[in-house]
């Protein structure tokens, strides 16, 4: 992935805020909105535009496009710069390859203790029952 390709390809939109700032909100347009062509971008290879297709499937529209938003400050400027973030962040996220998960058996060790312990707690219950009466 491609940073500054992805950052040059990004666009934004700035929309009024109903977040803090009092009057200051309903005179100016701090909250941004970026969205981010998934399809059409030259930052990413086809494996990953693929990877992101799969794991970001609920944040995807139907033209392929991410949009995210921010509106937390009074500026617009960090909203701007908190919005690359977390595109940025969701994207290196979910680009990640999990590593296969080794299956591995308890030792005997551990097998032993588990059985100890489930034989003392039924010793313990069947101690609490009361006698029987014949």
């Known amino acids: 992935m491609n940073t500054e390709v992805l950052i040059s390809e990004l666009n934004f ?3 009024r805020s109903s977040g803090p ?9 701090s909250k941004v ?8 971008s030259e930052a990413l290879s086809e494996t990953e535009k693929e990877r992101l297709r799969n794991k970001l499937a ?19 400027h960090r909203n701007k710069g908190i ?6 962040a969701l994207l290196q996220q979910n680009l990640k390859v999990a590593k296969p998960r080794k299956k591995t058996k308890p030792s005997k060790g551990a097998i032993e203790r588990r059985l100890k312990s489930k034989k003392e707690h039924a010793f313990k219950k069947s101690n609490r029952k009361p006698p029987k009466i014949e």
Do not use: P
């Open 58 to 76: 609920l944040k995807i529209s139907s033209e392929g496009i991410i949009i995210l938003q921010c509106g937390e400050t009074r500026s617009q």
């Open 21 to 29: 700032g009092g009057q200051h909100v309903n005179k100016t347009a």
């Open 83 to 88: 919005v690359i973030e977390r595109l940025v």
């Open 13 to 15: 939109k700035a929309i």
């Open 33 to 40: 909105e970026v969205s981010f062509d998934l399809e059409n």
